[in-house]
């Protein structure tokens, strides 16, 4: 019996259908799965179709050799920067606890993100804030760009809605002109043209979503010798998603792990459509996620890194995985196909190791500044106690009054 898996739909590059005249236009036009560097754009016009990680780098590498960059955002994006505004790596600030939670905090999540995206560059006044928040919408993430748009080697525009030859119109009647290259960062069409009808209709994004036991197996299959992997995006690196489903198609075809009934199957599916659609309910393939999806895949595998089991083994493990950042490794601690030390090691370093792994001097404290003590005794002794004078006076407390006087005069003599 032959088994299959498929890994993800980025095979077939979607070019955008709504753009009038893009057979007129003369220049090179490419997708952004054919690009690889940005020689052929050096001192060249290039116009740059789209809004999310592609998008944004490779607009941001064109603008190293181009003449001018413009890029295309449509509804906008968030150009989230890897190092946080207070010299620490962002992706640390996100916990595996605070993103396997409830909406309340992943909303303070997006807060978070929209603060730090702002610090780099004020969105707004830029024109590239999305009209989705963060975690719903489309975003990138980018260190150098940020330069480049403020110093107009990189412009931004909405949506690209027509091409007059060499001249390029958006949707709110802006134009320019004398582009040589237009690079497409718009996704990919999903082809499964080569299944059964059966199989394709569970593949296939509908109305109401997909009918897929966690976005790999088709809850209405008689034998489970098909998996998709990877058919779907989302908030978080896609890798350790991809890598848990192939470990539970494998586990599955291999007999060692059993899937629901059929019924269970659709219900499950029919959970992930919802979180879909509320995400984004206009989508060609499902936004889910990650790291909920994640979690929620290694419950049935039994690879979840449970707190308490972990806490026996690993008091120090079991905290750095639940209330530090989402690692991958922590799949691999517990339950089939594990290896305990390696994981845990793995795990240890990543919390660890942070930016003290590029840190190769050590620098000694600098001087003491006593200014900003003096000031701190300035607060503490002297403006609390005259407020505290203050409202004994008030209240009529004769000998408490009297005493704080006393400890006023003795700090005027002591810093005088």
Same mark, same amino acid.
């Given at each position: 019996?032959?088994?299959?898996?498929?890994?993800?739909?980025?095979?077939?590059?979607?070019?955008?259908?709504?753009?009038?005249?893009?057979?007129?236009?003369?220049?090179?036009?490419?997708?952004?799965?054919?690009?690889?560097?940005?020689e052929k754009?050096?001192?060249?016009?290039?116009?740059?179709?789209?809004?999310?990680?592609?998008?944004?780098?490779?607009?941001?590498?064109?603008?190293?050799?181009?003449?001018?960059?413009?890029?295309?955002?449509?509804?906008?994006?968030?150009?989230?920067?890897?190092?946080?505004?207070?010299?620490?790596?962002?992706?640390?600030?996100?916990?595996?606890?605070?993103?396997?939670?409830?909406?309340?905090?992943?909303?303070?999540?997006?807060?978070?993100?929209?603060?730090?995206?702002?610090?780099?560059?004020?969105?707004?006044?830029?024109?590239?804030?999305?009209?989705?928040?963060?975690?719903?919408?489309?975003?990138?993430?980018?260190?150098?760009?940020?330069?480049?748009?403020?110093?107009?080697?990189?412009?931004?525009?909405?949506?690209?809605?027509?091409?007059?030859?060499?001249?390029?119109?958006?949707?709110?009647?802006?134009?320019?002109?004398?582009?040589?290259?237009?690079?497409?960062?718009?996704?990919?069409?999903?082809?499964?043209?080569?299944?059964?009808?059966?199989?394709?209709?569970?593949?296939?994004?509908?109305?109401?979503?997909?009918?897929?036991?966690?976005?790999?197996?088709?809850?209405?299959?008689?034998?489970?010798?098909?998996?998709?992997?990877?058919?779907?995006?989302?908030?978080?690196?896609?890798?350790?998603?991809?890598?848990?489903?192939?470990?539970?198609?494998?586990?599955?075809?291999?007999?060692?792990?059993?899937?629901?009934?059929?019924?269970?199957?659709?219900?499950?599916?029919?959970?992930?459509?919802?979180?879909?659609?509320?995400?984004?309910?206009?989508?060609?393939?499902?936004?889910i996620p /990650?790291?909920?999806? $994640?979690?929620?895949?290694?419950?049935? *595998? &039994?690879?979840?890194?449970?707190?308490?089991? #972990?806490?026996? =083994?690993?008091?120090?493990?079991?905290?750095?995985?639940?209330?530090?950042?989402?690692?991958?490794?922590?799949?691999?601690?517990?339950?089939?196909?594990?290896?305990?030390?390696?994981?845990?090691?793995?795990?240890?370093?990543?919390?660890?190791?942070?930016?003290?792994?590029?840190?190769?001097?050590?620098?000694?404290p600098l001087?003491?500044?006593?200014?900003?003590?003096?000031?701190?005794?300035?607060?503490?002794?002297?403006? /609390?106690?005259?407020? $505290?004078?203050?409202?004994?006076?008030? *209240? &009529?407390?004769?000998?408490?009054?009297?005493? #704080?006087?006393? =400890?006023?005069?003795?700090?005027?003599?002591?810093?005088?």
């Open positions: 019996m032959w088994h299959y898996i498929f890994i993800g739909p980025l095979r077939a590059p979607r070019f955008p259908n709504n753009v009038v005249g893009m057979d007129t236009f003369p220049g090179l036009q490419e997708h952004s799965m054919t690009y690889r560097n940005n754009y050096r001192d060249k016009t290039v116009l740059v179709v789209g809004n999310k990680l592609s998008a944004i780098e490779i607009a941001n590498d064109v603008a190293n050799v181009a003449y001018q960059t413009y890029v295309a955002i449509g509804s906008g994006t968030w150009i989230i920067p890897r190092i946080a505004s207070d010299g620490s790596i962002l992706e640390r600030a996100f916990t595996r606890k605070g993103l396997y939670s409830s909406s309340s905090i992943q909303e303070y999540c997006d807060i978070g993100v929209m603060r730090e995206a702002n610090a780099r560059l004020d969105h707004a006044i830029t024109g590239l804030r999305s009209d989705s928040l963060p975690f719903n919408g489309p975003w990138s993430v980018q260190d150098s760009i940020q330069v480049k748009i403020l110093s107009g080697q990189v412009k931004v525009y909405g949506y690209l809605t027509e091409m007059r030859n060499t001249e390029a119109v958006f949707d709110d009647g802006q134009s320019v002109t004398s582009i040589d290259s237009v690079v497409y960062c718009t996704g990919y069409n999903q082809d499964y043209s080569f299944l059964d009808a059966e199989t394709r209709r569970a593949a296939v994004p509908e109305e109401g979503g997909v009918e897929l036991y966690k976005y790999t197996f088709p809850a209405a299959a008689h034998h489970n010798t098909i998996a998709f992997v990877g058919h779907y995006s989302g908030d978080n690196a896609m890798l350790p998603l991809v890598e848990l489903q192939c470990r539970l198609a494998t586990r599955v075809m291999a007999g060692k792990h059993k899937l629901p009934t059929p019924h269970m199957m659709k219900e499950d599916a029919d959970a992930w459509n919802a979180i879909s659609l509320s995400r984004k309910p206009s989508q060609r393939v499902p936004v /990650f790291v909920y999806f $994640a979690e929620e895949l290694a419950k049935d *595998l &039994g690879v979840y890194p449970h707190f308490w089991t #972990l806490f026996f =083994k690993d008091p120090r493990l079991a905290y750095r995985t639940w209330a530090g950042p989402w690692f991958p490794a922590s799949y691999r601690l517990l339950g089939p196909d594990s290896t305990w030390e390696e994981a845990r090691r793995t795990c240890h370093q990543m919390f660890e190791e942070d930016l003290s792994m590029v840190c190769h001097r050590k620098v000694k001087p003491k500044q006593t200014s900003g003590k003096l000031c701190g005794w300035m607060r503490q002794g002297v403006l /609390f106690p005259s407020l $505290a004078i203050i409202m004994c006076y008030h *209240l &009529g407390y004769s000998d408490l009054l009297a005493e #704080l006087q006393l =400890k006023i005069r003795w700090l005027h003599d002591l810093l005088s």
